[in-house]
């Protein structure tokens, strides 16, 4: 078996020089332009994990461009063209948030969240039968988020625990139009399951005596939502290759979802009845656009942009069964996103390095963030470890260190206390991530 991850087609990748040199300053110049050209635009941010392998980890997530890897058809199904034989690839990351709050202000006391693990596996399975044909299937969780804070924290009443994960599903068939330009599509299947917890004010008609809080909890498993995707990949020359793609919206409805109280007094405990909710989450459309140079046949630098389309989540409805219970709409008007990410890989025989660099920034407005889904501008830096154990047996290793900037916020309209303040403050983290990868190849 050849190695893929040195040079998709095999020969050396640094023929052909000046053809990739020149295509690749264009490519540059284009990257570093586009976001002075889009003021208005900001970096993906959100509760997106953007890195589905240990390869694509230690690379800062540019894996768009990579051919001969299982594992990088999720982001662009043209890439099943470019596999040989059948290949598979089972691993997972584990994500370990620090996020702290300060405030509300003026006040600056800080608030640690609790800890909090999460693990999304990702696996993917592909098959190239021949002709420039390959069809596969990945599945992962693109979106995850978790937070648990105490109890009796100051910002309770907006949220005490989340829990918000998308489970995707998507079948891909890809065939090449040349030796060189491959083109793919992919349908996306996927489901949410949401947990979100926050205490609520209690009152009791004619008391004078003030009474503890109650707990709210929402609790869905989201209905299947469907989408689609489409991806090329084309070999500029030996050492460049270039690829983009596109994933459509997906609306995750979530009906039937179940509503339920604790910790309500006896007086007052008809009144909160136990019941259903309805309401609908956008994924927003995602443009993603890559390369991937070969200078030698011992290195690789990568690049990718991504650009969500968030401005599409407006609002926030929740509706109930219990007819009794108003209609809640929250405003959103988050914003279009623009994310950067690099990488570079070099091989020494069976062993392979890697590191990498994102940059990211937030889709939600200062006004309406909440400490349920805590984000904010990031930069993430990427090293990772690869070993070709055997003949088709590869393992990868990646760590990723996201440091968020602090995000001071003074104009939020969420009010968390009986006045209606609005909860300003401080918002101040980072997230630690391992990812490991276990793939195998045979004819």
Not at 259 to 275: E, H, K, T
Request: charged share 15%; aromatic share 12%; glycine share 10%.
């Amino acid at each position: 078996m050849k190695n893929p991850v040195i040079c998709d087609r095999g020969d050396f990748c640094g023929r052909s020089f000046s053809r990739s040199v020149s295509a690749l300053l264009v490519l540059t110049i284009v990257t570093l332009a586009l976001p002075l050209a889009l003021p208005g635009m900001v970096f993906a941010g959100g509760f997106q994990i953007p890195e589905q392998s240990a390869r694509a980890t230690g690379m800062g997530g540019a894996a768009l461009g990579l051919a001969g890897d299982p594992t990088t058809f999720h982001a662009n199904p043209a890439a099943l063209s470019f596999l040989e034989g059948t290949n598979f690839s089972l691993g997972s990351t584990i994500i370990v948030p620090d996020q702290r709050f300060n405030g509300v202000s003026p006040a600056t006391t800080q608030t640690k969240m609790q800890a909090q693990v999460l693990f999304p596996p990702n696996f993917s399975l592909s098959v190239s039968p021949g002709a420039g044909v390959g069809v596969g299937v990945s599945v992962n969780f693109p979106y995850e988020a978790g937070t648990e804070w105490d109890q009796d924290w100051v910002g309770s009443r907006l949220a005490t625990k989340s829990d918000i994960r998308v489970l995707m599903i998507i079948p891909s068939a890809s065939m090449k139009l040349s030796d060189d330009l491959a083109v793919g599509l992919g349908v996306t299947i996927s489901t949410l399951r949401l947990l979100y917890e926050q205490r609520i004010p209690v009152s009791v008609p004619n008391s004078l005596q003030p009474l503890p809080d109650g707990f709210a909890t929402y609790q869905a498993n989201g209905n299947v939502s469907y989408g689609f995707q489409l991806g090329f990949l084309y070999n500029v020359d030996k050492a460049l290759t270039i690829g983009g793609s596109f994933r459509s919206r997906s609306n995750m409805d979530l009906d039937g979802g179940s509503l339920s109280f604790r910790n309500i007094p006896p007086a007052v405990l008809n009144q909160y009845p136990d019941g259903e909710f309805f309401t609908s989450i956008p994924l927003a459309a995602q443009i993603r656009g890559g390369a991937a140079f070969h200078p030698f046949p011992w290195a690789t630098l990568s690049g990718e942009l991504q650009y969500g389309l968030w401005s599409e989540f407006k609002s926030a409805t929740i509706r109930f069964s219990n007819p009794t219970r108003s209609t809640l709409s929250f405003p959103q008007n988050w914003n279009n996103t623009l994310n950067e990410r690099f990488g570079l890989e070099l091989i020494f025989m069976d062993v392979s390095l890697r590191a990498g660099i994102r940059f990211e920034r937030s889709p939600v407005p200062d006004a309406v963030l909440i400490p349920g889904l805590p984000d904010a501008d990031a930069t993430g830096y990427s090293l990772g470890f690869g070993y070709q154990v055997g003949e088709g047996l590869r393992l990868d290793f990646a760590y990723l260190l996201a440091h968020f900037n602090d995000r001071p916020v003074g104009n939020s309209v969420l009010p968390f206390d009986a006045t209606g303040s609005g909860f300003d403050g401080v918002y101040i983290g980072q997230t630690t991530s391992v990812a490991l990868n276990v793939s195998y190849f045979w004819k």
